[in-house]
């Protein structure tokens, strides 16, 4: 029962929170400084209400809190009034209290500092506002091999990155990248991260089920995300597709393919693997959406030749359909929503971006 109403898997997420030492550190802080507080209030109160002077004078709440904290700090400059035996003896108890408390929020602090809690703590917080001002951003979930693979890739053409995934530890060889520590298939998380705002998600869990789990809270959030789901068996390709993935994809099997196509065509299968994943080369395969305030639209393919004669339009796609058309004439036309494959330099294929985008 605990299991099918997510209690189990609350649990775990308490339990990750509650031993991680940065939240533990920061709620030992803040719990000591509660307590300083109070005790400079007890004791402000406590002049002002005692008769704890000798010549039968009253603390003002300024005097008073001025005696609480030269008391408290043990900094001892001067008694505001002269006090009598009830007033010393409160000031003793004072003393012990709050020096005590003063001795035990330093040594704290000092612990935060030499431990790194309180850097962390920042760098999360830094990290935070960083995934907020994020827009257009790839989300990838999971960062086992394949997601990994997928975050450096992404990074290393440019692209913004959030990760999110439940073990801290696979992070920590890429510290500098945006993520999110806990469940990706909470709802709470995905927005944190910023589904709403993103331009696609990656999942790649540990189990289909989990897989499957996620893309259907993902496309509940954001129905019109691109959504593209890792598959550990040929068979669940189709339910991740059913659940709401854009595009599921096998790594075994796309890897096998790719073997027999070096091994068959290795001179293509290179050409094809530059042009689609080397970083360094100038030249790229990209997909460009035609938006309806473009000026490429209801022109034809022929007018993109004179616009960016550097990329070669190799296929295009239309609204609503499903298949591509291969070479497309110079007469074809250019619709809203279209989407053309071009071939060329990174420059001329973002001259071409910036035309269809209008």
Not at 32 to 39: E, N, S, T
Not at 150 to 158: D, I, K, R, Y
Not at 332 to 340: K, P
Request: charged share 20%; hydrophobic share 45%.
């Amino acid at each position: 029962m605990r299991t099918f109403l997510g209690l189990d898997r609350w649990d775990r997420r308490r339990t990750t929170l509650a031993d991680d030492p940065t939240s533990v550190s920061l709620r030992r802080i803040r719990t000591a400084l509660v307590g300083l507080i109070l005790v400079i209030g007890l004791g402000t109160v406590g002049y002002l209400v005692l008769p704890v002077t000798s010549d039968g004078s009253r603390f003002t709440l300024l005097d008073a809190l001025y005696q609480t904290v030269t008391t408290v700090a043990t900094v001892g400059f001067r008694e505001v009034h002269p006090f009598n035996d009830l007033g010393e003896v409160f000031t003793i108890a004072l003393v012990i209290l709050g020096a005590g408390t003063v001795l035990y929020n330093l040594g704290l602090l000092v612990e935060a500092v030499t431990e790194g809690n309180l850097r962390q703590h920042l760098e999360r917080r830094r990290m935070d506002r960083q995934i907020e001002e994020m827009t257009g951003h790839v989300i990838i979930c999971g960062f086992g091999r394949v997601g990994k693979a997928a975050a450096e890739h992404l990074v290393a053409t440019g692209n913004q990155v959030v990760v999110i995934d439940r073990d801290i530890a696979r992070l920590a060889d890429h510290p500098g990248i945006p993520h999110l520590i806990g469940e990706a298939t909470g709802d709470a998380i995905l927005r944190a991260a910023g589904i709403a705002r993103a331009r696609a998600l990656v999942a790649s869990l540990d189990s289909d089920a989990e897989t499957v789990y996620l893309v259907l809270s993902a496309r509940a959030l954001a129905p019109g995300l691109v959504i593209v789901a890792r598959a550990r068996t040929a068979g669940s390709k189709t339910k991740l597709v059913l659940a709401g993935a854009t595009r599921a994809v096998n790594p075994q099997m796309i890897g096998g393919r790719r073997l027999a196509a070096f091994a068959l065509h290795p001179d293509v299968a290179e050409f094809l693997d530059v042009v689609v994943h080397d970083e360094e080369l100038d030249f790229r395969i990209e997909q460009i959406r035609v938006s309806a305030g473009s000026p490429l639209a209801g022109r034809t393919i022929a007018d993109i030749d004179q616009h960016a004669p550097d990329v070669q339009v190799l296929a295009m796609r239309r609204s609503g359909t499903k298949t591509f058309s291969f070479r497309p004439r110079g007469s074809d036309e250019v619709v809203v929503n279209c989407v053309l494959i071009g071939f060329g330099t990174m420059e001329s294929i973002e001259a071409l971006r910036t035309l269809a985008q209008g």
